[in-house]
């Protein structure tokens, strides 16, 4: 069974920067297209950024294009979300997710999600 657990929220002030991390167990590591997405109350959840199995291939939203990245370390079975110039309405729990086959900017497009961390930016 799969597993995510990200960590790495936190209050920040706005420009400021965070990294968030996500684990996986379960299964290798490298089976899974990995995605973040946040979401906040009364929303729905919001495509971020996601990364190919190898790492090769990247997307990131137009939101937060030049200000986050993801990357990953397979060898360690850990996603990362990098944010820089964060943002007041950046502010949302993000959440990690992997892709049994395809990836994709729709939450639909992903089989298995953590738990959530909680990113504040004030104002």
């Known amino acids: 069974q799969v597993q995510l657990v990200e960590s790495g929220g936190g209050l920040v002030q706005a420009g400021g920067s965070l990294r968030l991390f996500c684990e996986v167990s379960g299964r290798t590591f490298t089976s899974y297209a990995m995605g973040w997405f946040r979401q906040t109350p009364g929303k729905e959840r919001e495509f971020v950024a996601h990364i190919s199995r190898s790492g090769g291939s990247t997307v990131h939203a137009d939101s937060v294009k030049g200000r986050f990245t993801i990357s990953r370390d397979n060898a360690n079975n850990t996603v990362f979300l990098r944010m820089n110039s964060l943002k007041p309405e950046d502010t949302a729990v993000y959440y990690c997710?992997?892709?049994?086959?395809?990836?994709?900017?729709?939450?639909?497009?992903?089989?298995?999600w953590g738990q959530g961390t909680q990113v504040t930016v004030s104002s």
């Open positions: 997710a992997a892709a049994n086959n395809f990836l994709g900017t729709r939450a639909g497009d992903y089989d298995y």
